[in-house]
T-cell receptor, first 114, second 116 residues
Framework: QKEVEQDPGPLSVPEGAIVSLNCTYS??????FMWYRQYSRKGPELLMY????GNKEDGRFTAQVDKSSKYISLFIRDSQPSDSATYLC??????????????FGTGTLLAVQP | DSGVTQTPKHLITATGQRVTLRCSPR?????VYWYQQSLDQGLQFLIQ???????AKGNILERFSAQQFPDLHSELNLSSLELGDSALYFC???????????????FGPGTRLTVL
């Protein structure tokens, strides 16, 4: 079983729609939860990070973490064609203070149609 | 632009060959990470260096090795290349390397390796 599961999509929505992207994970040791956006042929860039459970909002983006269910979500409101990209969830645990390595989901390809 | 640079952008080589990928971290960042991104496996952590020393290893093959130099740039060496090594290789950097507090990893543009 993979440590992080993410539906690869593709997900196609009309402009202005609310988008919901999700990941599930198996290891309860994960403490930091991140969402990265990756445009085609580019490196991933950080959208948001959340520590432990709860919600975090940044403009049109909202990240949710439910540690009891081991479930994380990213919501995009009023989606725009420029949001078309691959969205990757990433998790970081506490590896005894030694490392900051990230475990990534496989990514969900999102296409927002004008 | 993340401030992380990687060279070359593209690399085409043959099976059995050896290549070196180079990464320069953001100014002031001490930690460098290498990731491999393939269609079937997604983005996989390979190895981390912090201030010249190896900090953590992931699913890195024995044919692969890396190092971080005193000027903090890093190189990933891939040898005895196989078709399955074709992938995007990303370097990321962060200010620190541990888990005390959150510190963001900034990704470079990647090197696309094609093994024929």
């Amino acid at each position: 079983q993979k440590e992080v599961e993410q539906d690869p999509g593709p997900l196609s929505v009309p402009e202005g729609a609310i988008v919901s992207l999700n990941c599930t994970y198996s290891n309860s040791a994960f403490q930091y939860f991140m969402w990265y956006r990756q445009y085609s042929r580019k490196g991933p860039e950080l959208l948001m990070y959340t520590y432990s459970s709860g919600n975090k909002e940044d403009g049109r983006f909202t990240a949710q973490v439910d540690k009891s269910s081991k479930y994380i979500s990213l919501f995009i409101r009023d989606s725009q064609p420029s949001d078309s990209a691959t969205y990757l969830c990433a998790l970081r645990g506490n590896y005894g203070g030694a490392t900051n390595k990230l475990i990534f989901g496989t990514g969900t390809l999102l296409a927002v149609q004008p | 632009d993340s401030g992380v640079t990687q060279t070359p952008k593209h690399l085409i080589t043959a099976t059995g060959q050896r290549v070196t990928l180079r990464c320069s971290p953001r100014s002031g960042d001490l930690s460098v990470y290498w990731y491999q991104q393939s269609l079937d496996q997604g983005l996989q952590f390979l190895i981390q260096y912090y201030n010249g020393e190896e900090r953590a290893k992931g699913n890195i093959l024995e044919r692969f090795s890396a190092q971080q130099f005193p000027d903090l740039h890093s190189e990933l060496n891939l040898s005895s290349l196989e078709l399955g090594d074709s992938a995007l290789y990303f370097c990321a950097s962060s200010a620190r390397g541990g888990t005390g507090t959150y510190n963001e990893q900034f990704f470079g543009p990647g090197t696309r390796l094609t093994v024929l």
